[in-house]
């Protein structure tokens, strides 16, 4: 099958394949905008003669500073064309995180739309700035399509940087190479064999994007992206009637969320994947009774296994189960290991860290190789030496092979679907004059979720006793410093903070206080 | 259009009720229009739900990111009453 996309093991190849094979199917769709294979891989060409000539190359990485649109999609196959890897950054970032992250990725040139007209807008960085023409203006760029040779790259090239959330107070850059995406999406794994229709909503920073637009656009199918920063219920109506979206991936709290305010707003649709938190029993239920039809798929996966580890479909008898929706069996490229004190654990229903190995795995954390031996150990497993990601996740799998996540054995929690070291927001609460000391917690919300962040903290006073930072203060100062998700929802300022009986700090306590309705802003 | 329990356009009635929805879907009141959605701890979520029941029980589309993008409470009433003087 070397000509077929499950036998490419690149991302730009193996959408060239479906240009070449049907170069008039739609690849990308956005209000009247429509991209066809032959356009998006033209435009593709033409970006990266523009970002090689500028320096972009096998082994390097070019930082991505775009909202989700068609040209996004053209510029980051571009990069890859190029040879080297793209990292997606959110224009809505504050300028130190932006500033921070190509400190990391220390780049050759940056793609920035609009650059020439505001040079700030990746504050004083020195690098060249390469902005692709505006939007709206796509064919434009096609038309500069230039036939460039192959570059030298195989499936273990770095492809994809994401960035997550680290207990050292700085994010961590996740490098993937393209075997990571092209061994899930290349062939075999069921909800996307037959080239779906599917929504792009999730931001681009986030792996649900390789999801949504590699999953469909390496086996010929289409990406229809909403207007709108949020994708709402009766939006995914319309582009079901409009566009025949026929699949759609939601975090499973925004799924909740559209199954409680409009539960027939999935009606005629295929499949619908969530993941990435707790799945809820009675809502999986209750979409299962409501929607018997559309297949429903739970997965699990940290970015670190690109996407997905494991997914299956929700069946009715899931439902029924005592240890919740279970997160699946292992997914194309990838295997499943519980270890217990680092060996493999053998017993059916043994709990265990939950630990994947194969072509899923990522190649590590860029400038970080301490940690990267650390969470991506070779383990010998079956006597056979193996590299394995350590998730830090708990879990177990039952009679059927079908593994269980149990919970975390550490402090990281998931915040709508993205994931947080609350170690990471503590530091920056730190850094911030007049803090003394602070904690932060996830708010509880139902069925084990977590709603947001809590920070609680002391502060330093002034010589008449005057507290220096108000809460207020503190949160708009976190704001200007880190991205949305991990600015606290809640920040509330005590006079001491409370100690267990051992004299650490008491955390659970400090939950508790927020389980309280109407919890006065107040002391506790 | 989507039946409203209120009658007609009295911009009191849609003070009353982006607060209270407000106030419903965040748990954080009881609230003033100068407060801010993001000073209570809104969330994008939250701004989801509010902007889906403000569509149901005033008739008017409102986006999350028009709710994000407001400096207060009084920013979002004014945006929904415009809206449903114009419909």
């Not at chain 1, 294979?37 to 060409?45: F, I, P, S, T």
């Not at chain 1, 130190?96 to 400190?103: C, D, E, I, V």
Request: charged content about 20%; glycine content about 12%; overall charge negative.
């Amino acid at each position: 099958m070397s000509t077929g996309p499950a036998g490419s093991p690149l991302i730009h190849t193996a959408v060239e394949y479906h240009a070449a094979r049907t170069p008039d199917a739609v690849a990308l769709v956005r209000g009247s905008v429509r991209v066809t294979y032959a356009e998006l891989d033209a435009a593709a060409g033409a970006c990266a003669t523009a970002l090689e000539e500028r320096g972009a190359g096998p082994g390097g990485f070019v930082p991505v500073v775009m909202p989700r649109s068609p040209a996004l999609v053209a510029v980051l196959l571009g990069v890859l064309k190029t040879g080297a890897a793209y990292a997606v950054l959110d224009p809505g970032w504050p300028l130190p995180r932006l500033r921070a992250l190509l400190g990391l990725l220390r780049p050759r040139v940056a793609v920035a739309p609009g650059a020439a007209d505001a040079p700030g807008a990746l504050g004083d960085w020195a690098g060249a700035v390469w902005s692709p023409p505006p939007e709206g203006e796509f064919g434009r760029l096609a038309e500069r399509a230039t036939r460039r040779p192959g570059r030298p790259v195989d499936g273990s090239s770095p492809a994809t940087v994401f960035f997550t959330s680290g207990t050292t107070g700085r994010p961590k850059a996740v490098v993937s190479g393209h075997r990571a995406t092209t061994s899930l999406f290349g062939g075999g794994f069921a909800p996307f064999a037959s080239g779906p229709t599917m929504i792009q909503a999730a931001p681009p920073t986030w792996d649900g994007f390789t999801l949504e637009t590699w999953g469909p656009l390496l086996n010929g199918g289409t990406c229809v992206l909403p207007d709108g920063a949020y994708l709402m219920p009766g939006t995914l109506r319309g582009l079901a009637d409009e566009h025949g979206v026929d699949t759609v991936w939601l975090t499973a709290s925004l799924f909740h969320l559209f199954l409680d305010e409009d539960p027939g707003c999935f009606q005629g649709l295929r499949q619908v994947l969530t993941g990435a938190e707790r799945l809820s029993v009675p809502r999986a239920r209750a979409f299962l009774e409501r929607h018997p039809t559309t297949a429903l798929t739970n997965g699990y996966g940290p970015v670190e296994t690109c996407v997905f580890a494991t997914a299956r479909r929700v069946r009715s008898a899931d439902c029924a189960t005592t240890t919740g929706i279970p997160i699946g069996v292992p997914v194309p490229g990838r295997r499943v290991h519980l270890l217990t004190d680092g060996r493999e654990a053998a017993a059916p229903g043994t709990a265990g860290e939950i630990c994947v190995s194969g072509e899923g795995l990522a190649l590590g954390y860029l400038g970080d190789p301490r940690l990267t031996a650390e969470r991506f150990p070779v383990l010998p497993l079956d006597g056979v030496p193996t590299r394995v990601y350590r998730t830090g996740d708990q879990g177990f799998l039952d009679g059927d092979g079908v593994l269980h996540f149990l919970g975390r054995g550490d402090r990281q929690v998931k915040i709508r679907g993205h994931r947080v070291e609350p170690e990471e927001v503590e530091a920056a609460a730190r850094d911030v004059s007049g803090v003394r000391e602070c904690a932060v917690v996830p708010v509880p919300g139902e069925d084990e979720s977590h709603e947001g962040l809590a920070l609680f903290y002391t502060q330093e006073k002034d010589a008449d006793g005057a507290d220096r930072l108000d809460a207020r203060t503190l949160r708009r100062t976190l704001a200007a410093a880190l991205p949305r998700h991990l600015v606290p929802e809640r920040v509330h300022s005590r006079e001491r903070l409370p100690l267990t009986a051992s004299g650490k700090l008491d955390r659970a306590a400090l939950t508790d206080s927020l389980r309280r309705p109407d919890h006065p802003e107040g002391d506790l | 259009m989507p039946a409203s329990h209120l009658s007609g356009d009295d911009p009191q009635h849609t003070d009353a009720l982006v607060l209270s929805i407000v106030d419903e879907v965040t748990g954080r009141g009881p609230l003033r229009p100068t407060d801010s959605f993001y000073d209570i701890g809104g969330t994008s979520l939250d701004a989801i739900r509010i902007c889906l029941r403000v569509g149901r029980e005033a008739g008017v589309e409102v986006g999350p990111e028009d709710l994000l993008g407001c400096d207060d409470l009084a920013d979002f009433i004014a945006l929904v009453s415009a809206a449903r003087t114009d419909r």
